[in-house]
């Protein structure tokens, strides 16, 4: 396969207006630019300032133990938990005061 029907490829696979296809992320007020113009080399458009997308490193232990806890909500009706959503929760009620020493 050539570097232009991989881009192509490429490009099909990550195309935004995928034949009806719901979007990953609610809408947001910035618009942004679809994959394939971006592979053309046009400028892409301001990315969204709401949020970022990182990665963080955790003992698969904890991961098994965040799923579960998950799934649990989900059981409960809260169809929209997941693991983000639980980790920003937590986030608001930690208590900075009753962190040990040595975390």
Do not use: Q
Request: net charge positive.
């Amino acid at each position: 396969m050539s570097e232009r029907e991989s881009r192509e490829a490429t490009a099909r696979v990550l195309d935004t207006t995928d034949r009806g296809a719901a979007p990953f992320f609610a809408p947001t007020s910035v618009p942004v630019a679809p994959v394939a113009s971006a592979l053309a080399g046009e400028k892409p458009e301001a990315k969204p300032l709401h949020y970022k997308v990182i990665c963080i490193s955790m003992y698969t232990d904890d991961l098994k133990r965040l799923d579960t806890m998950v799934e649990s909500l989900k059981a409960r009706g809260l169809t929209k938990a997941n693991r983000s959503a639980l980790i920003r929760y937590a986030l608001s009620e930690v208590n900075l005061e009753r962190v040990p020493k040595g975390l």
